[in-house]
């Protein structure tokens, strides 16, 4: 079964329409969880990591304005797409490790398809 | 610039047959290497993962060869199966560099019947 969740599955918008989206893990408690955005025919791009407790290490290029992320508890992380607009449609998810050790497989949830109108 | 390459957009394969998925890094500080299968409308999920110490790891109809001089791994598949059909992503970590994936694009594997 699924061990981590991500909420909603799909977003349309209109354009300025702040979204956010939620990632939990099930089940398993995640210090650290990884946010990622996939545009057509390409590969998953890491925006971000999310630590419990702490800011969040954005990617060279992230406006971290922008994508605000909050890792509130072990359980759950947040990214909140700030006044959106058309070019930020996407597809962005989330995942996590169950183990805090080094090259743990991470877990992906179902990701969330994001379409500004 | 793209670490990681998938430069085989598709594949197709007959089942039964042997399935054979390419891929290429560009930095040697690479360490560990995994393979992720990917469904419309979900996430990626696991499927196997090789150390740089190794050149080899199999797991069932799954196994991942790893050819660092030449920076190139390979998913194998064999038998190759209708539910295999999927796109199949390689990532990259880097030992240290906080657990972060590095994909490839992505191959969309066709298992035909």
């Known amino acids: 079964g699924a061990v981590v969740s991500q909420h909603p599955s799909r977003v349309i918008c209109k354009s300025g329409t702040s979204v956010k989206i939620e990632c939990r893990s099930l089940d398993f408690q995640a210090t650290t969880m990884f946010w990622y955005r996939q545009f057509p025919k390409q590969s998953l791009m890491l925006m971000a990591t999310?630590?419990?407790?702490?800011?969040?290490?954005?990617e060279q290029g992230v406006e971290k304005d922008k994508f605000l992320i909050n890792h509130a508890s072990l359980t759950l992380s947040t990214l909140t797409v700030t006044s959106a607009h058309p070019e930020d449609s996407s597809f962005y998810i989330c995942?996590?490790?169950?183990?805090?050790?080094?090259?743990?497989?991470?877990?992906f949830g179902d990701g969330t398809r994001l379409s500004i109108l | 610039d793209q670490q990681v390459k998938q430069n085989s957009p598709s594949l197709s394969v007959q089942e039964g047959r042997i399935s054979i998925l390419n891929c290429d890094y560009t930095?040697?500080?690479?360490?560990?290497f995994l393979w992720y299968k990917k469904y419309p409308a979900e996430g990626p999920t696991f499927l196997i993962s090789?150390?740089?110490?190794?050149d080899k790891n199999e797991d069932g109809r799954f196994t991942v060869f790893l050819n660092k001089s030449a920076k190139h791994l390979s998913l194998h598949i064999v038998p190759s199966q209708p539910g295999d059909s999927a796109v199949y992503f390689c990532?990259?970590?880097?030992?240290?560099?906080?657990?972060?994936?590095?994909f490839g694009t992505g191959t969309q594997l066709k298992v035909e019947l």
């Open positions: 090789i150390s740089s110490i190794k």
């Open positions: 995942s996590a490790s169950l183990d805090r050790g080094p090259n743990q497989p991470q877990h």
């Open positions: 990532a990259a970590i880097l030992t240290g560099g906080g657990n972060k994936l590095t």
């Open positions: 999310s630590n419990e407790g702490s800011k969040a290490t954005y």
């Open positions: 930095n040697s500080m690479f360490d560990y």
